[in-house]
């Protein structure tokens, strides 16, 4: 399907055609490219001139580098030119998409973004949520509203009251996640929670958080990931390193993990260690800088986290997933967006998260394409990455329910609440 009508192609052309001269440094004219002024700043480039300059990179490197990213939306055609050339990876769905907790409205829009995708994609398109339970729920409604893991735990009066309660919390929240055709879940949050009160801004960590024992944390998010796959959602760990020890909040501002690598391997990290040792979760990794391992980039955009610890360290060969790169941390950090994604690919990551679409994303895949012609990514990890998603989205880039046809959630039966947690 072609984003312009005969009537506009002309336009369109001529801007296309102004865009990539600048970008090149020169000027078309007789058949010959004679050397012209230098590569402008594309900041300066009108939003429309963005995208045709962008849109024109030839279609497989869209393809292959643009399936990288998955974004975030306000209007369902604001995606639409980046899935007709198959050049994202995913689409993020939340709170502001649903209109008055319509289910049906939502889970038409994902089909008809499976639909614009498919014709040019290298695969199919991962539907992303961020629906942990609790203050976390950015898809209840439609979805029914369930507590935060933390309530489950402090609820429960053994082991095996535990074991039923959390089989049901996932039963229910993947079955209904499916059912609108999420197949990707930013949960669960294994931070260990921290002691005390704090203000750590939209954070929240203190209702996010499972637990403070690594062995309930790591036993309850086992669990909740089985149910979740089960029901055809993958679901991811997050926010690793760890915020347990984080008290800025990275949504607004940098930050640092107060704790070093040592107390940190004895405690914190148990449960993203043995549960990414199963090969199945994907793992969030959070902005905060690990400031003993590597004192100068975010762990989002760092080799030595990433490609050090995740990758070689624990032999993790599964997702690794930004956090939302429109954050302060991230944001408002040297180089910005654009540093950003060359530093995150280069780091080992496979799939760039950012909240919603603009102007940032196309200046983004045109510094990615940039970066490749000019030598700057790793093609080795390029094409790691690209035989990791090719392999999980086989499994998870599905539409289970793609009938379309609702099916009852099924209930959660939580065991009498024991205590309460803040």
């Not at 990758?311 to 997933?321: N, S």
């Not at 039966?413 to 803040?422: G, I, N, Q, S, T």
């Amino acid at each position: 399907m072609s984003i312009a009508t005969t009537s506009t192609r002309p336009v369109l052309a001529h801007r296309v055609a102004a865009a990539l001269a600048l970008s090149a440094g020169v000027i078309l004219g007789a058949g010959a490219a004679i050397a012209a002024a230098p590569q402008p700043d594309i900041a300066t480039l009108s939003y429309q001139d963005l995208k045709a300059l962008v849109l024109s990179h030839p279609p497989e490197t869209l393809r292959r580098l643009g399936s990288h990213f998955i974004v975030g939306y306000h209007a369902r055609g604001d995606l639409k030119p980046l899935l007709e050339r198959g050049a994202l990876g995913g689409v993020f769905v939340t709170a502001r998409n649903v209109k008055r907790g319509n289910a049906r409205q939502l889970a038409a829009d994902i089909a008809g973004f499976r639909a614009l995708h498919e014709p040019m994609a290298l695969r199919p398109l991962f539907i992303a949520a961020d629906q942990e339970g609790g203050v976390v729920s950015r898809l209840s409604p439609p979805l029914k509203r369930q507590p935060a893991l933390a309530r489950v735990v402090a609820a429960a009066r053994s082991a095996d009251a535990l074991d039923e309660a959390i089989s049901a919390y996932a039963a229910a929240q993947g079955e209904g996640l499916a059912r609108l055709g999420v197949n990707l879940n930013f949960a669960p949050v294994i931070d260990l929670k921290p002691r005390g009160r704090r203000r750590d801004g939209h954070t929240r960590l203190m209702q996010r958080a499972i637990a403070e024992d690594p062995e309930v944390v790591e036993t309850v998010a086992g669990r909740y990931c089985e149910g979740l796959m089960d029901a055809g959602v993958l679901c991811t760990l997050k926010h690793f390193p760890g915020l347990r020890f984080v008290t800025t909040d990275t949504h607004a501002r940098p930050a640092i993990v107060e704790a070093g690598r040592d107390r940190l391997e004895g405690k914190d990290w148990v449960p993203f260690r043995n549960l990414l040792a199963t090969g199945e979760p994907a793992l969030m990794i959070g902005h905060p800088r690990l400031v003993d391992v590597d004192p100068d980039k975010p762990a989002t955009l760092s080799q030595k986290v990433i490609g050090g610890i995740v990758r070689r360290d624990w032999a993790h060969d599964g997702l690794v997933i930004s956090d939302d790169l429109y954050m302060g941390a991230i944001r408002h950090a040297p180089g910005g967006l654009t540093a950003a994604a060359i530093d995150a690919l280069n780091a080992g990551t496979d799939l760039l998260l950012v909240e919603h679409m603009g102007r940032h994303i196309l200046e983004m895949l045109h510094a990615l394409v940039t970066a490749e012609k000019d030598g700057r990514l790793n093609v080795r990890l390029l094409a790691e990455s690209q035989a990791r998603l090719d392999r999980i989205a086989a499994r998870f880039a599905t539409a289970p329910f793609a009938d379309g046809e609702p099916r009852p959630v099924p209930a959660v039966a939580l065991p009498e609440r024991r205590a309460r947690v803040e």
